[in-house]
């Protein structure tokens, strides 16, 4: 028998497989340096980015060719170093346990939150790559008599409530709460932000330190979340 949590990841995984629709496009990713697959993947386990057992060098190539539809994955892996491997890694496939080849990063889409589901869905992943340092519990999306969105939780028991709009209304603010809710609770880690300027991003966790190594070892040029402009403020 399937756990909650797993009815509410096959309940979302529809809408998510549906729509891994924002593809890659290679010409624009294309660099002058060439790092082999081999050594682009030790450098992301020594960072701390460790696949799913299942998700094999085979795997990850055919799911970067059949999933995100980019033709030569070796060729465009090695061309665009860890572009391709940390945009691949932060997907889901049906396949995998709990359907994320990684635990430590999730790759989004701001049109998910069209389901109410989505934003409880979001909020628990946040949870989940923290390794156990902001945890949410009691995570409810529920509606009020004017229509508008609230989510409920509990968070490193704390209580809260946010807003999150009228029904119809995609709040991306909702996302850059979580960058004022690490302040708030003083945590070690913050999260991160990471796009390659189209609709949608990667969410991930890292100390100080990390984001710094990160960035050297990659040059991925990452950013702490809530940084740059790219959500919303909170009303209220």
Same mark, same amino acid.
């Not at 100390?207 to 979340?225: C, D, M, P, Y």
């Given at each position: 028998m399937k756990s909650y949590h797993q009815n509410l990841l096959l309940a979302f995984?529809?809408?998510?497989?549906?729509?891994?629709?924002?593809?890659?496009?290679?010409k624009s990713i294309l660099n002058d340096q060439n790092i082999s697959f081999?050594?682009?993947?030790?450098?992301?386990?020594?960072?701390?980015?460790?696949?799913?057992?299942?998700?094999?060098?085979?795997?990850?190539?055919?799911?970067i060719n059949k999933e995100l539809e980019i033709p030569n994955p070796i060729d465009s892996v090695e061309q665009s170093p860890y572009l391709v491997l940390y945009y691949a890694l932060s997907h889901q496939d049906a396949k995998i346990e709990d359907y994320y080849l990684t635990d430590q990063y999730f790759w989004y889409v701001l049109d998910y939150f069209e389901q109410p589901i989505a934003y409880k869905y979001f909020m628990e992943r946040m949870g989940k790559i923290t390794n156990g340092?902001?945890?949410?519990? #009691?995570? #409810?999306?529920?509606?009020?008599?004017n229509n508008t969105k609230w989510i409920s939780?509990?968070?490193?028991?704390?209580?809260?409530?946010? #807003?999150?709009?009228?029904?119809?209304?995609?709040?991306d603010s909702f996302v850059q709460r979580f960058a004022y809710l690490t302040q708030e609770l003083n945590t070690k880690g913050r999260y991160t932000y990471f796009d390659r300027g189209g609709e949608d991003f990667i969410i991930d966790y890292a100390?100080? #330190?990390?984001?710094?190594?990160?960035?050297?070892?990659?040059?991925?040029?990452?950013?702490?979340?809530g940084e740059g402009n790219h959500f919303a403020e909170p009303k209220n």
């Open positions: 995984i529809l809408l998510s497989l549906s729509s891994c629709g924002t593809k890659v496009n290679k081999d050594e682009q993947l030790e450098v992301l386990n020594n960072l701390g980015y460790k696949p799913k057992p299942s998700v094999t060098k085979e795997f990850l190539l055919n799911f340092e902001i945890m949410f519990k #009691n995570v #409810n999306v529920e509606f009020d008599e939780f509990e968070v490193n028991n704390k209580i809260k409530k946010w #807003n999150l709009g009228e029904s119809e209304f995609v709040d100390s100080a #330190n990390e984001q710094r190594e990160f960035n050297k070892k990659t040059g991925l040029k990452r950013i702490w979340l």
